[in-house]
């Protein structure tokens, strides 16, 4: 069973550029949340979201969104992009609660962000 | 204010040395603790999941334990592969939301 993918791995962006990361989940499973990791901070909630619903949001500015599609792959973009947005964006997918699941996430490995 | 905070911040034991690392919360509701090991460069990966005070979970050398206020994750014996940063999570009630402690980066020696 595929985990989940993160696209793109690695880049590099300069202020005021905006930006747009990839997540496709695992197989069958409709939650879908992002998470910003920082060394200071460690993960921060983003946003979740479920059949292409946003059901929860954190604590960032309106230049933080995401979307979420039909088959479950979601979008995450930061406009504007400020020298502290730098950081490890992670996405996590889950079969949530329902049927006997637990709620576990699982993350996928990360798009690295740099602005300079 | 939901909160979770863990300690130590860093750890490091020898091959062998059996330790305790904590995970204390303060949250409004608490609908499942998580515990996942996280590898330089990756994403982190799900442990355990504890639900109810005096619930205990085992997986190899690591044995998590959960009270009302804390969770342990206990590690016997542990080996230079256990290197990690060990994250603890909450998700709280009501919501489809969790919150990360900032982690224990554990380094076990040869």
């Known amino acids: 069973k595929a985990g989940v993918t993160q696209t793109p791995r690695y880049l590099i962006k300069t202020r005021g550029q905006q930006v747009t990361l990839s997540c496709s989940p695992i197989?069958?499973?409709?939650?879908v949340s992002w998470y910003q990791q920082t060394p200071g901070q460690g993960l921060q909630f983003l946003f979740e979201?479920?059949?292409?619903?946003?059901?929860n949001k954190g604590n960032f500015p309106g230049r933080f969104s995401g979307r979420q599609f039909s088959n479950s792959r979601s979008e995450m973009n930061v406009s504007t992009l400020e020298l502290g947005d730098s950081a490890l964006y992670l996405c996590?997918?889950?079969?949530?609660?329902?049927?006997?699941?637990?709620?576990?996430?699982?993350f996928g490995e990360g798009s690295r962000l740099t602005v300079l | 204010e939901d909160q979770v905070t863990q300690s130590p911040e860093a750890l490091r034991l020898q091959e062998g040395e059996s330790s305790s690392l904590n995970c204390s919360y303060t949250?409004?509701?608490?609908?499942?603790l998580f515990w996942y090991r996280q590898d330089p460069g990756k994403g982190p990966e799900f442990l355990f999941t504890?639900?109810?005070a005096g619930e205990e979970k085992e997986k190899e050398r690591l044995k998590a334990t959960l009270t009302k206020k804390e969770s342990f994750l206990h590690i016997t014996a542990p080996k230079p592969e256990d290197s990690a940063t060990y994250l603890c999570?909450?998700?709280?009630?009501?919501?489809?939301?969790?919150?990360f402690g900032t982690g224990t980066r554990l380094k076990v020696l040869a």
């Open positions: 504890l639900y109810s």
């Open positions: 949250v409004s509701g608490l609908r499942g």
């Open positions: 996590a997918s889950s079969a949530g609660l329902a049927g006997g699941n637990t709620g576990e996430l699982f």
């Open positions: 999570a909450v998700r709280i009630s009501g919501t489809y939301k969790y919150i």
């Open positions: 197989s069958g499973h409709r939650s």
């Open positions: 979201y479920f059949s292409e619903t946003q059901r």
